[in-house]
């Protein structure tokens, strides 16, 4: 596998940061990583800035499940793009690994939801999903660990499963500079510069300018740093978040990796992590907070109800033990989906932002989309018009059908 290699950190001073780009990406995340590739593939000039280090966002942090089930079906046409991707990573990206782990996925909803579970699997088959529903007595089978006494039906995925978020974001950012990209740890964007008449005209940077009429800001819980000062409000709430990994129980087979699960009955996603553990997310109501010095260790109380959530579904993890925690930062949006495409305020900035949660596995896709949008003025893969950005001010939040539980996705602030 080739080596993810090292980016130009030249801390204080100018050093030789380029003073001027075709395009400047704001934020070493997946997004911004997976973007400056894209477009630097495409012969254009870019310049990637991350204020610390690759991944220092939500991206390092993730659990980075990969799964094409969602209530809507245009982010799992970005989902299924992006599986083309991870597939094919040596051929499309040709550096590093984003480890990809199909162990499959099960999608659980609790009874009453069935049909609104099968609404959306006909949907995600008639994109191309390799899914199907299945009966809680064949789901025993599939996933031995699991409690199905509660359910009916439940979706399943056998080609889905999770990544190593930083192998991914490493792989784009080296595939990104082999292609011409300049990738600068240690350097801030400061502001974006605009003319009289509200154009991008640069990035300011710890280093210096950056002319530039193109911007992407892919900044994550920090964005409204930046479009605050353009006068720019897009209804994003930087929101802290958390997640636990258990070991294995006595007892549960060490020998076979679990599949990835999403129970919509207790909020919660889980997938193995390491060789012995499994990391859970819950919902329990994350906070909103600045970015900056948020608490990156979890709360005792969330390790209580991870467990329990945990147990529910899988009952042998009743008292397991709790071998790790973290928090961390992702950007809520109005209706908790992206925001993706042009600022119209602003012309020449475009955000990939407020994804509340949900743009790991979408990034290899957004990438191909925000780099098509910028070269051909338009995306072939995923068409981007419901992720405008504008859809707030049209007073169009995003509306899902089919729902799970009557909650829309708005209120569930875990991130899968
Ligand atoms: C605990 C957790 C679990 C998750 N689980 C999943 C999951 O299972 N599946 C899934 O698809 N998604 C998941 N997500 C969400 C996913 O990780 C994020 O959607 C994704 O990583 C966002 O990537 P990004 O590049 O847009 O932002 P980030 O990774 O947040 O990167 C933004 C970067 O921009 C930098 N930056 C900000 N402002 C500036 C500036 N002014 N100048 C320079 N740099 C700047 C930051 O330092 C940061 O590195 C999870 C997130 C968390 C926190």
Not at 370 to 379: D, P, R, S
Request: hydrophobic letters at 40%; charged letters at 20%; aromatic letters at 6%.
């Amino acid at each position: 596998m080739a080596d993810p290699g090292r980016f130009e950190t030249t801390p204080g001073g100018y050093g030789d940061l380029p003073r001027s780009a075709d395009v400047v990406v704001i934020g070493g995340g997946v997004t911004g990583a997976s973007t400056a590739f894209q477009l630097a593939k495409r012969g254009v000039g870019v310049t990637l800035l991350e204020q610390r280090e690759l991944g220092a966002g939500a991206t390092g942090k993730s659990g980075a499940l990969v799964r094409a089930h969602y209530t809507n079906p245009v982010e799992t046409a970005l989902t299924l793009e992006s599986l083309r991707i991870f597939a094919a990573w040596d051929e499309v990206v040709g550096a590093g690994s984003p480890r990809f782990e199909a162990v499959g996925f099960v999608q659980v909803v609790a009874p009453e939801d069935e049909p609104h579970l099968r609404a959306n699997v006909a949907a995600h088959q008639a994109l191309g999903v390799e899914t199907a529903v299945v009966s809680a007595a064949d789901l025993a089978e599939i996933e031995p660990l699991m409690r199905t006494d509660d359910l009916t039906h439940v979706a399943f995925e056998p080609k889905s499963g999770y990544a190593d978020p930083l192998g991914t974001l490493y792989g784009f950012a080296a595939a990104a500079t082999r292609h011409g990209a300049s990738v600068r740890e240690g350097t801030a964007a400061t502001a974006i510069a605009t003319d009289p008449r509200g154009r991008v005209v640069g990035v300011d940077t710890t280093r210096g300018r950056i002319a530039t009429e193109s911007v992407v800001l892919a900044g994550g819980a920090w964005a409204n740093r930046l479009l605050a000062p353009l006068g720019v409000d897009l209804g994003l709430t930087p929101r802290r978040i958390q997640v636990v990994v258990f070991r294995w129980p006595r007892g549960v087979d060490q020998g076979r990796r679990h599949r990835v699960v999403i129970d919509a009955t207790t909020h919660a996603w889980f997938r193995p992590e390491g060789a012995t553990g499994t990391v859970i997310g819950v919902e329990t109501g994350g906070r909103t907070c600045e970015p900056d010095g948020y608490g990156e260790t979890a709360d005792a109380a969330y390790v209580d109800a991870a467990r329990a959530a945990l147990a529910h579904r899988f009952p042998a993890f009743a008292h397991a033990t709790m071998r790790g925690a973290w928090a961390g930062m992702i950007m809520m949006s109005v209706d908790s989906r992206p925001l993706i495409g042009p600022v119209p305020e602003v012309p020449g900035l475009y955000v990939i932002a407020g994804d509340s949660g949900t743009s790991f596995k979408t990034a290899p896709a957004i990438g191909v989309c925000l780099a098509e949008l910028l070269t051909e003025g338009t995306a072939s893969p995923v068409d981007l018009t419901p992720f405008r950005p504008s859809r707030f001010a049209e007073g169009l939040p995003w509306r899902d059908e089919h729902t799970y539980g009557g909650v829309e996705e708005h209120l569930l602030t875990i991130s899968r």
